[in-house]
């Protein structure tokens, strides 16, 4: 099992299309996961054109059930996206976070 799939089975992050990238220690008093999530997307969800591109990222942060009691704080990288037909962008979605919601569900 790669280090990768610990974190995410530790996370009991079920989404394949989150990739964590890298984990920080240093701070006794959390622990930090950096995460990317990115997925293919080519038809676009609000009109359906075939016409969507990559268009930057969005950073969130996500406060994790905590490990041994520390707490968790998840760095998602958010992929966005741009229609070029009806010009509106979007995130990527996740189960995990809600739109414009930056507190995972499993710890409300
Ligand atoms: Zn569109």
């Keep these: 099992m790669s280090q990768d799939h610990f974190i995410e089975d530790t996370l009991q992050i079920k989404d394949p299309n989150i990739i964590c990238t890298d984990i920080d220690n240093s701070n006794p008093e959390k622990q930090v996961i950096y995460a990317k999530l990115t997925y293919p997307l080519e038809s676009c969800p609000l009109c359906g054109q075939f016409s969507v591109v990559r268009f930057g990222t969005n950073l969130i942060n996500v406060r ?20 070029k037909t009806c010009q509106r962008t979007f995130s990527a979605q996740t189960s995990l976070v809600k739109p414009h919601c930056q507190i995972s569900e499993d710890t409300k």
């Design 64 to 83: 994790m059930p905590p490990i041994k009691e520390r707490p968790v704080i998840l760095k998602l990288l958010k992929q966005r996206y741009r229609c």
